[in-house]
């Protein structure tokens, strides 16, 4: 016989506790891991302690937060995570549901792709340093693609209106997770119309148009181009960036996601601090947290735009997923700074 849902959702939760007993240390994404199931599955089974289920409009809710005042956005892949304080300053909305995308600016900066959510929880936790409130969302496979904390001077009443206002009717633990399908890439491209391509772009934009028009994932672009566009350079070289922009005070900027949300850092970089295989900047209001472990190849990156070459250092993971990007700090209609430039020269 079958067991049922609850007698699933039941057996995952003591498998989880049991798990916390061993390593109380343990994150829920690591657990999840352990457990063979979502993280979304995981914190489902915590529905009615602490836990509670969203549902409406993301982007409503994404404007919502603004409400909030300061927090911490976090947004991660399996190599590496981003920690940004600040507001939700300023959010443009685009498109039309359920693909829309968001634009936010300021203090926090992400791109998100809306057409990849698909789960939304409330988290209210008690531990030692007091009581922990969150907004974690997920897309349908039940992976992390934003979660937002609450810090010291976040607007806690806003928070519980918020849950109030988007609490899901009915409090189900079952969660319909899915796979996103498989992209099929072209395994070899015409390379001299590929090439013009990319020596006549006007945006660092038109670089995501023209992978979508050859069929070609981004990795294979970088291998497949000539070397006066993108050479590979040590996989390791992140360290030397962050060093460097570090000690010279060079301003940066950081680029890390998922399938759902990029989330940006912009600015200078202070405290760097290697332990293990992790690579870490632990500033105030913003830490990254590398794992070297998870990085197969790293790549310079050279770009046309109408403001002049863009440079970028690009890591990939073992499958071929991009892990972050590091760009010298620059906006429209200026050129790159010649400091980076040379700094990536001489990697």
Not at 66 to 92: H, P, W, Y
């Amino acid at each position: 016989m079958e067991p049922t849902m609850i007698e699933n959702q039941q057996s995952l939760k003591k498998a989880w506790e049991n798990l916390k007993e061993e390593n109380p240390k343990m994150r829920i994404r690591d657990a999840a891991k352990s457990l063979r199931v979502a993280e979304a599955e995981l914190l489902a089974t915590q529905l009615g302690e602490g836990v509670t289920r969203l549902e409406g409009s993301w982007a409503e809710m994404l404007i919502s937060i603004k409400k909030l005042g300061k927090v911490m956005a976090l947004t991660r892949n399996e190599g590496c995570v981003l920690e940004s304080k600040g507001n939700f300053q300023k959010i443009d909305i685009h498109g039309t549901e359920p693909n829309q995308v968001a634009t936010v600016i300021g203090p926090i900066e992400q791109r998100i792709f809306f057409s990849s959510w698909k789960f939304g929880f409330a988290v209210v936790q008690h531990g030692p340093r007091g009581i922990m409130r969150s907004l974690q969302f997920f897309d349908k496979a039940g992976e992390a693609v934003l979660k937002v904390y609450l810090q010291e001077k976040s607007d806690v009443h806003a928070f519980e209106d918020f849950v109030f206002h988007y609490t899901a009717a009915y409090q189900s633990s079952e969660l319909e997770i899915e796979a996103f399908q498989e992209v099929t890439y072209a395994e070899s491209i015409d390379l001299k119309a590929f090439t013009h391509d990319w020596e006549n772009m006007k945006d660092t934009h038109d670089f995501f148009g023209m992978l979508r028009k050859y069929k070609v994932s981004r990795l294979d672009a970088v291998r497949w181009i000539d070397d006066k566009w993108a050479y590979e350079i040590d996989r390791l070289s992140a360290r030397k960036i962050l060093e460097k922009a570090s000690e010279t005070k060079l301003p940066i900027m950081i680029f890390a996601g998922n399938k759902g949300n990029i989330q940006i850092h912009q600015g200078k970089v202070r405290t760097i601090r290697q332990m293990g295989d992790w690579l870490n900047v632990l500033d105030p209001d913003f830490n990254m947290h590398l794992d070297e472990n998870t990085i197969s190849k790293a790549f310079v990156v050279h770009k046309n735009t109408d403001d002049g070459l863009v440079s970028s250092v690009e890591l990939f993971d073992k499958s071929g997923e991009m892990i972050a990007q590091f760009f010298g700090l620059r906006k429209p209609g200026l050129a790159q700074l010649p400091e980076w430039k040379l700094l990536v020269d001489s990697l």
